[in-house]
C-alpha cells in the first residue's frame, strides 16, 4: 500500500504499475464519492446553541419585569426626591421673602449714607481750589478727616481732577488714570446730569474685586466742573454689612448672571430663564452651593440709583432640607432593593413554572429538528447515490469511457486544490464532475459508440446532453451548487462552447477548471477513432488551446500541479498515457 496526494491505493493498483500491463481498456477506477454523511445530525445542545430558546426562557419572561422594575424604581424615586426637595425648598419661601425685602432696605440704607458721605466731602471747603490747581498736599491736608473715615469704614476714596487723572487715592492706587475709560467719570467730569440728579453710580473691577462706586462733580465757584470724587465699597462688603442674618449670605451677580464675590469660586451662575423670569416684583427661587453649604436663594433684581447693575440673590441655609432628601433617597434605594430581590424571587418562581412546558416542547421540537436533519441528509445521500450511478452506467455504456467521470473529479479537485478555491466549491466541483455527463443518457448509443465523425445532426443531439443534464438534476435542491458545471462543461474561454456560448469571466471558475480536467482526461484515454495521448502531448494540446478554449489560469495551476496529476493518471492505469520517466515506478 502507497500513498499519492494524501491518497491511498490497494495493491491491485501496484501490481499493474509493477508488471508494466499492456493496452488498459478498462483503467482503474477507486470509489470517489461526494455524497453527504448520513450519519451526521444535530445533537439537542447544538440545536439549543443555535435557537439559544432553553436557557434563556426564563430570563425572557424575568427581564422585562425587572426592567420596568427599574424603571419605575428611577422614575418614582427621582419624582418623589424632586417633590420632597421642592417641598422642602417651598417650606423656606417665607423666609426667603422677609430676608429679601430685609436687604432691599439694607441696601438702600447703605446706599443713603454712601451719597451723604459723598455730598459731604464735594462740600468740603477749598476742595475746588485744591483740585482746580492740582495741589496734592493741600488736597491731603483737606481730606486727612475723610481718609481716616474711609479706612476705618473699608471705604474707596478717589478724587480726580478735570483729566480723570487721580490726585488722591486711599487707599493708594498704582495706575492713577486707570478710571479715565469710566463712562460714569466721563459723565460727572464733564458735568453732566440727568433726572435723578448729578450722581452716578457703577460697578467696577478693580484686582480681584468688584467695586460698587457713586460718584459726584466738584463744582468751583462759577458752577464748573473741575474734577470728580469717588466713593467705593467692596462688593463683599457691602453683603456683610447688609444681610439679614448671620446664618444667611447674599449672593451679587453682574447682569450676565456671573457671581461677583471672589470668595464664590465654584458658585454656580444664573441660568437665562431665571434672569429673564426675573422682575422688579418677581422673585426667583434657586439652589446655590458656597462653602461647604447649601443655599436657597431668593433672587432679585439689583437696582441702584435706578440702574440695574446685575441681580441680588439672598440665601438661607438649606442643609436640613439636603440632609432630608438625602435620607428619602436612601429610604427608596432600600425599599427599591427590597422590592427587586421580592420580584425576581417570585418571578423566578413563576417563571420556572411558566417555563417547564416551553422548555419541554423546545427539547421536544429539537429532538424532532434534530431526526429532520438526520432524515433528510439520509434522504439527500440515497438521492445522490442513486445520481451518480446513474452516471457511473452511463460512463459504463462505453468501454472507452468507462470510469471517465470519476477520474475528472479527482482531477477537477487536484486542479481546484492549487488553486485555493474555498472547501464548498471544491465539494459542489466534485459532484459536478461526477455527474456532468448525466445527460449523455439522451443521446442514442448508435451515437455515443459511433467509430468515425459525426454528422451534423449527430453532432447536434450530442450537444444537447449538457441541457438534458441540467434539466434532470435541477429539481434536486442539494445539488444547485453543482448545476452549472453540468450544464457549462462545454463553454469555451473565446465563447464558441455550448451550449449557451459563455465567455471569459462569465463562465464560474470551478466550471473552467472542470473544462480543463475533462479534456486531459479526454486526451489521454483511448477513442474509437484514436489511441490515447502522452501526458505531455496532452499537456501541449491544452496549452496550445489556453486563451482559446480553455482559462490561462487554470491551464498554469495544471501545469503546477503536473507531477501529482501525471501520477494521478498513472494510479488510475493510465500507464501507456503517462511515461515512466514523468512517473516513476513506485517501490514494491
Known amino acids: 500500500m502507497y500513498s499519492v496526494g494524501g491518497r491511498s491505493f490497494g495493491n491491485r493498483c501496484r501490481r499493474r504499475i509493477r508488471d508494466g500491463g499492456k493496452a488498459v481498456s478498462e483503467p482503474l477506477v477507486e470509489p470517489f464519492s461526494f455524497r453527504p454523511s448520513a450519519r451526521g445530525s444535530v445533537t439537542r445542545g447544538e440545536l439549543s446553541r443555535r435557537t439559544g430558546w432553553q436557557r434563556p426562557i426564563r430570563q425572557q419572561i424575568l427581564v422585562p419585569f425587572f426592567l420596568l422594575l427599574v424603571f419605575v424604581g428611577v422614575v418614582g424615586g427621582g419624582a418623589l426626591t424632586y417633590q420632597a426637595s421642592s417641598a422642602g425648598m417651598a417650606g423656606l419661601d417665607p423666609a426667603l421673602v422677609r430676608a429679601s425685602v430685609q436687604t432691599s432696605d439694607g441696601l438702600a440704607t447703605f446706599e443713603a449714607g454712601r451719597l451723604n458721605d459723598l455730598r459731604a466731602i464735594t462740600a468740603t471747603p477749598g476742595l475746588a481750589g485744591a483740585v482746580s490747581a492740582s495741589d496734592r498736599t493741600w488736597l491731603s491736608q483737606l481730606l486727612a478727616g475723610v481718609a ?29 488714570a486707570a478710571y479715565r475709560g469710566l463712562t460714569v467719570v466721563k459723565r460727572v467730569v464733564s458735568g453732566s446730569a440727568d433726572a ?23 463744582w468751583d465757584a462759577t458752577h464748573r466742573s473741575v474734577g470728580a470724587v469717588l466713593l467705593g465699597a467692596p462688593v463683599a462688603d457691602i453683603a456683610t454689612a447688609i444681610r439679614p442674618s448671620k446664618t444667611s449670605r447674599l449672593f451679587f451677580y453682574s447682569w450676565t448672571g456671573e457671581p461677583l464675590e471672589p470668595s464664590a469660586a465654584g458658585l454656580a451662575g444664573l441660568s437665562r430663564d431665571v434672569r429673564q423670569s426675573v422682575s422688579s416684583d418677581h422673585l426667583m427661587r434657586v439652589t446655590a452651593s458656597a462653602g461647604g453649604h447649601t443655599y436657597a436663594v431668593a433672587v432679585s433684581d439689583w437696582t ?44 423566578g418562581l413563576m417563571a420556572r413554572r411558566i417555563a417547564r412546558p416551553l422548555e419541554d416542547l423546545v427539547n421536544s421540537m429539537s429532538d424532532m429538528s434534530a431526526s429532520l436533519e438526520e432524515k433528510t441528509k439520509t434522504v439527500e445521500s440515497m438521492s445522490f447515490a442513486s445520481v451518480e450511478a446513474l452516471a457511473r452506467a452511463i460512463d459504463a455504456r462505453d468501454s472507452y469511457t468507462y470510469g471517465h467521470s470519476a477520474r475528472v473529479a479527482r482531477l477537477s479537485v487536484e486542479i481546484a486544490e492549487a488553486m485555493g478555491l474555498p472547501a464548498d466549491q471544491v465539494m459542489a466541483l466534485g459532484r459536478a464532475a461526477l455527474l456532468h455527463d448525466i445527460g449523455k443518457i439522451g443521446v442514442e448509443d448508435r451515437v455515443l459508440r459511433k467509430p468515425g465523425p459525426l454528422t451534423e445532426r449527430e453532432r447536434s443531439a450530442m450537444r444537447q446532453h449538457p441541457v438534458i443534464g441540467y ?56 477513442r474509437p477513432y484514436r489511441s490515447a495521448l ?44 503517462t511515461p515512466f520517466d514523468t512517473v516513476g515506478v513506485p517501490a514494491i
Open 196 to 218: 435723578r440728579g448729578d450722581k452716578y453710580v457703577a460697578v467696577v473691577s478693580e484686582g480681584s474685586q468688584q467695586i460698587v462706586y457713586w460718584t459726584a462733580p466738584i
Open 471 to 526: 434539466e434532470m438534476l435541477k429539481g434536486l435542491h442539494f445539488l444547485q451548487p453543482s448545476l452549472q458545471g453540468v450544464r457549462h462543461h462545454h463553454e469555451h474561454w473565446n465563447g464558441t462552447g455550448y451550449p449557451d456560448g459563455l465567455k471569459g469571466d462569465d463562465i464560474p471558475l470551478p466550471v473552467r477548471i472542470l473544462t480543463v480536467a475533462d479534456a486531459l482526461d479526454a486526451l489521454t484515454s483511448d
Open 148 to 176: 481716616r473715615t474711609a479706612i476705618e469704614s473699608r471705604l474707596i476714596v478717589r478724587v480726580l481732577d478735570e483729566n480723570s487723572q487721580a490726585l488722591v487715592a486711599v487707599p493708594a492706587v498704582r495706575d492713577r
Open 534 to 577: 502522452s501526458f505531455s502531448a496532452a499537456m501541449s494540446t491544452i496549452e496550445a488551446g489556453s486563451e482559446t478554449h480553455f482559462d490561462p489560469d487554470v491551464v498554469r495551476a495544471l501545469r503546477s500541479k503536473g507531477d501529482a496529476i501525471a501520477t494521478l493518471l498513472a494510479v488510475m492505469g493510465k500507464l501507456r498515457a
Open 304 to 347: 441702584m440709583r435706578g440702574e440695574h447693575l446685575g441681580y441680588l440673590g439672598v440665601g438661607l441655609p438649606a442643609d436640613g432640607v439636603v440632609d432630608s432628601v438625602l435620607r428619602l433617597r436612601v429610604v427608596l434605594l432600600l425599599v427599591f432593593v427590597a422590592t427587586a430581590l421580592l420580584v425576581l424571587l417570585v418571578g
